[in-house]
């Protein structure tokens, strides 16, 4: 279980943020993560759901995508904000 946190964490979150970073505009690194998780989301929504589970699978969609969206403009914003200061 510690295993499927940790690698979720890294796939939702840092590795957003590190690519938020290395692209270094908050708004153009978020919108490739939101556009995929509405294409995923669409598609969920287009196949229909599996019973009892449907909700859960939309929900999770929709929070990893939001969670990647934030980390990654969260990145840019960093770099953004390092670049006017000065930082490397």
Do not use: C, D, K
Not at 12 to 28: E, K, Q, R, S, T
């Amino acid at each position: 279980m510690v295993e499927l946190f940790a690698a979720s964490l890294i796939a939702v979150v840092l590795l957003p943020f590190a690519i938020g970073w290395w692209i270094g505009h908050a708004v153009m690194a978020s919108l490739p993560f939101a556009a995929l998780g509405a294409t995923v989301l669409l598609r969920q929504a287009e196949i229909g759901g599996q019973g009892n589970h449907a909700g859960g699978l939309l929900l999770g969609i929709v929070l990893s995508t939001a969670f990647s969206a934030a980390a990654a403009y969260a990145g840019g914003r960093v770099r953004e904000r390092g670049r006017r200061t000065g930082s490397p």
